[in-house]
């Protein structure tokens, strides 16, 4: 598929951040593994089944991935069949409770941050500024509730229009992806029309969100070999690296 990214086509661009923006993926899948392990191993310790280990490649990608913090507690552990109640998300994260769970891995993803950094991509600090040289809007769509602290710790805060993230979504009661509520209310507040806007996404619920919700372009950035995963679920086009669409 052959994609003309410009202003006549496009009015309104929407970045995921980790992964996207931000090379931050990878410590998000190594923080969710080291929760889940350690809490599948609690429980076989406890009486319960036998250690089976949270996989990146497979339980991150499919029921963790690009979703709300506690959604993505929730589905991991349907996959298991494994039932705990909600909780509150003030759960202390030494509670057996989707929310104590969540917020368990909210510790060690902060730890990660704050020891290695948070590094950006180039190819799409270009693609971004190229979109804004033409006259797009940007904004960024993210679960992450660290969203804004990451964005001014990168120093790119100020390149984006608007920000829907796990905090705005809370706070305005928005259901997260892969539901695009949260795309759609980005591009409202960007006054653009979704059939007329870019999702750019690395996550296979994102790009699920981006096809659901009618827009116009859905581009899925390719890490370790998903591009057809990504294309399945919704993806337009898959690249390695926004700069293949800057024309």
Not at 62 to 91: E, H, M, Q, T
Not at 200 to 215: H, L, M, N, P, R
């Amino acid at each position: 598929m052959e994609i003309t990214v410009s202003k006549e086509n496009y009015d309104a661009a929407l970045f995921d951040l980790d992964g996207v923006l931000t090379a931050t993926a990878k410590l998000h899948a190594f923080a969710w593994k080291q929760m889940f392990d350690d809490y599948l191993r609690q429980r076989e310790d406890a009486g319960g089944p036998e250690y089976r280990e949270f996989t990146v490649e497979s339980d991150y990608k499919l029921y963790v991935d690009g979703k709300p913090r506690y959604d993505g507690v929730a589905s991991f552990l349907a996959s298991r069949d494994i039932k705990l109640p909600w909780g509150n998300p003030d759960d202390n994260p030494t509670l057996e409770t989707v929310c104590g769970l969540g917020n368990r891995k909210n510790i060690l993803i902060n730890q990660l941050i704050e020891e290695r950094g948070v590094d950006l991509l180039p190819g799409s600090l270009e693609f971004v500024n190229f979109l804004r040289g033409l006259g797009i809007r940007t904004g960024v769509v993210s679960s992450s509730k660290n969203c804004q602290a990451i964005l001014q710790a990168a120093g790119i805060e100020d390149l984006f229009d608007t920000r829907i993230d796990g905090v705005v979504a809370a706070e305005r009661g928005i259901p997260g992806k892969p539901r695009p509520d949260t795309f759609l209310e980005a591009a409202k507040e960007l006054e653009a029309d979704p059939a007329r806007s870019i999702v750019i996404e690395d996550a296979i619920a994102g790009v699920q969100a981006g096809k659901s919700g009618g827009f116009g372009l859905v581009i899925g950035i390719e890490h370790d070999g998903q591009a057809e995963a990504l294309r399945s679920n919704g993806a337009d086009i898959a690249v390695q690296d926004l700069r293949e669409l800057i024309a």
